[in-house]
T-cell receptor, first 111, second 115 residues
Framework: NAGVTQTPKFRVLKTGQSMTLLCAQD?????MYWYRQDPGMGLRLIHY???????AKGEVPDGYNVSRLKKQNFLLGLESAAPSQTSVYFC??????????FGPGTRLTVL | QQQVKQSPQSLIVQKGGISIINCAYE??????FPWYQQFPGKGPALLIA?????SEKKEGRFTISFNKSAKQFSLHIMDSQPGDSATYFC??????????????FGRGTQLTVWP
């Protein structure tokens, strides 16, 4: 089992560019999540999904969109990147509502 | 409004000492309190978790103490080792309601254990 994988690991964007972060899990988990981690701010929930075809907003959803077309994949999109979106992004999944298995992260820099 | 408050922000402990990290919460509906450990360049990993029906849970050198009346819980790392140097996050969630399973994280404590 690979667990939770994230693609890419690193990315540098210019302001206004768009990109998609891919998260994949092979544990047949129902729940999937996208977090961002900034120094001194902990982990903040961007969007989450409780099942295939469903998505919901977390605490910092502005500037991001998500899609869950397949149970094993959860995509995070940035339509027009801003420097404030420079962060480390973590995807996570869980079988039940509580426990999370986190991916290794994607380090994104927006210039 | 921050749902879970964590302190200290950073902690330096000598090898063999006891590391203590504290968290406090306001929402009495929370019924699951996990701790995550994160090494540099890695994602957080579940370390230990507790539910409010017990006051203490121990796994090896790691212990969670839970005080329901004070709405506080803490992580104790006994005989701290340099390999324990990492960032630790406390969190809280509840089983019911519209925020089912939503996990609220503290801001993290960076622990350094000196050899």
């Amino acid at each position: 089992n690979a667990g939770v994988t994230q693609t890419p690991k690193f990315r540098v964007l210019k302001t206004g560019q768009s990109m998609t972060l891919l998260c994949a899990q092979d544990m047949n988990h129902e729940y999937m999540y996208w977090y961002r981690q900034d120094p001194g701010m902990g982990l903040r929930l961007i969007h989450y999904s409780v099942g295939e075809g469903t998505t919901a907003k977390g605490e910092v959803p502005d500037g991001y969109n998500v899609s869950r077309l397949k149970k094993q994949n959860f995509l995070l999109g940035l339509e027009s990147a801003a420097p404030s979106q420079t962060s480390v992004y973590f995807c996570a999944s869980s079988h039940r509502a509580h426990s999370r298995i986190f991916g290794p992260g994607t380090r994104l820099t927006v210039l | 409004q921050q749902q879970v408050k964590q302190s200290p922000q950073s902690l330096i402990v000598q090898k063999g000492g006891i590391s203590i990290i504290n968290c406090a919460y306001e929402n009495t509906a929370f019924d699951y309190f996990p701790w995550y450990q994160q090494f540099p360049g890695k994602g957080p990993a579940l370390l230990i978790a507790i539910r409010p029906d017990v006051s203490e849970k121990k796994e090896g050198r790691f212990t969670i103490s839970f005080n329901k009346s004070a709405k506080q819980f803490s992580l104790h790392i006994m005989d701290s080792q340099p390999g324990d140097s990492a960032t630790y996050f406390c969190a809280a969630s509840r089983d019911r309601g519209s925020t089912l399973g939503r996990l609220y994280f503290g801001r993290g404590t960076q622990l350094t254990v000196w050899p």
